[in-house]
């Protein structure tokens, strides 16, 4: 079931929540506590603002064990605007196609399911900016 | 920039035997089976000689066996009760590590003969299962929570690959093209049958833009390798002694998004950086590459990360007629994991045992007219871990 390890990591599923470097400035995203520009000690919190742009994208056809529901999704490396980059699936998706330098937010979405009686996992995807919000 | 080369007559480690089983579906075989008939081939071709220790490289037992402690395993059923035996893990690097771990053990003075038997079984289990399991090699809380797989992730490196580099479609066609052609004339290999590029044009989509054509199959199968200190045993008359000239072991962040540059294998850069230190060779000095292609991706990143080609140019490696078995610089000359087929952590193991029959001039029709020194190198999850080795032809004392 592995209810607490997600529960550890809600702060970073839901809300981005990283950490930024008191030496050098380096916003870090997944927090890690130990620099990875300058090796110094990174604790001070980071709020992402959930903005960022399409690195590289693709679709997963032969989904994992957990994750068939929603297969066929779109996977993509996403560059934060704040720097760092995140690995999330893209949704909301119309008619518009995907490029790479789409700018996309993060939005919260169910990401996997361990079967009828397992546990649901929520966590951050990206969908295209909005045009009222760009 | 390049350090000068030296004749490579010394070494303190050599090759004492191998062997290796067909990679494959095995559903007759079992895990320890596999492994018991590579180590059988090793030893006999070592005439006999046996090990102070065991290495097992193996990446997935655990979750897709449900069996740990290979180390105990293996010498149990091998017929080595009582040996001392662990299990090396580095993803699809484990085959490089454990040689690695062997050559230390040696050098170390505690063991004079090292053996390294890689062993995979990935057939036994659906493909949902087998890309949930070759996820765990990646940042799992980050990456394999996103629904990411090994297949996806190289998507996303292929189709960044040839945008950054503005490549054409198809210019990652050629090592699948190479790999199929040399795995002809290999008798081991899963897939010993020549592609066209018009069949990798038309190849089905895994996910895009990978097609089956850049994606090494997951199969099944062992390789063994005995490692020897230098001077302790007779060397065979029969054949040229291979020798241990360089080897490392890098890591870089196992998250892909956690890389400055994901397009760059730093781990590569650095293991092949370091073995060509510790070997005193550079890239001229290299007669073939055995690099690992589990995607097509990664091999021309590969070319680039150990120097022999500038960022996004790799993959010019493998076009009109670069890495066939009688070029400047042959690749993947016994199919590599594309067509001989990938056995995960026996990978490094498999690509140490091909240089060496090289090496030794036993490569059959595979052979690769002249080989002196040979190259591996395995890489683990996207980019994580990175083994690398060079091997050579010593000269009687």
Known sequence: MEVARHWRLKK?????????????????????????????????????????????????YDAPAGFEAGAPYTLALIKLDEGPMVTAQLTDLDSRGIEIGMPVEMVTRKLRSDGERGMLVYGYKFRPLLAAAA | MTPPSRNPTNADIVIAGLGMTPVGEHWNLSLRELALQAI????????????????????????????????????DFSGMRGVEAVTVEAAGASGGAAMRQAELAIASGSADLALVVGVEKMTDRVSSDVESALSTASDVDYEAVQGATRTA?????????????????????????????????????????????????????????????????????AAAVLLARRGVFPENPDRPT?????????????????????????????????????????????????????????AAMALEACGFASRGTGWKLAQDGKGSRDSELPILTFGGSKARGDAGGATGVYQIAEAALQLQGRAGEAQVAGARIGMTQCVGGSGGTCATHLLGVLEVD
């Open chain 1, 12 to 60: 970073q599923r839901y809300a981005m929540t990283g950490e930024v470097c008191p030496h050098c400035q380096s916003k870090i995203f997944p927090p890690r506590d130990i620099c990875p520009d300058c090796g110094e000690d990174a604790r001070d919190l980071y709020q992402f603002s959930g903005h960022g742009e399409v690195y590289s994208f693709t679709t997963v």
């Open chain 2, 242 to 298: 291979v020798g241990i000239l360089g080897s490392a072991v890098a890591t870089a962040a196992p998250a892909l998004h956690d890389h400055d540059d994901p397009l760059t294998l730093t781990a590569a850069a650095r293991a092949a950086e370091t073995a060509f230190q510790r070997s005193g060779l550079s890239t001229e000095d290299v007669d073939f590459f055995e690099l690992h292609d589990f995607f097509s991706v990664y």
């Open chain 2, 40 to 75: 059988t081939a090793a030893l006999e071709d070592a005439a006999g000689l046996r090990p102070n220790i065991l290495y097992v490289a193996n990446m997935l037992s655990p979750m897709l066996s449900g069996q740990t402690q290979l180390g105990a395993l293996i010498a």
């Open chain 2, 153 to 221: 992730q190289a998507a996303l490196l292929m189709r960044r690959y040839l945008h950054e580099h503005e490549a054409p479609t198809d210019a990652l066609a050629g090592f699948g093209l190479i790999a199929h052609a040399n795995a002809v004339a290999n008798p081991l290999a899963m897939f010993r049958k020549a592609i066209s590029p018009e069949a990798y044009a038309k190849a089905p989509m895994l996910s895009e833009p990978v097609t089956i054509f850049d994606a090494a199959p997951n199969a099944d199968g």
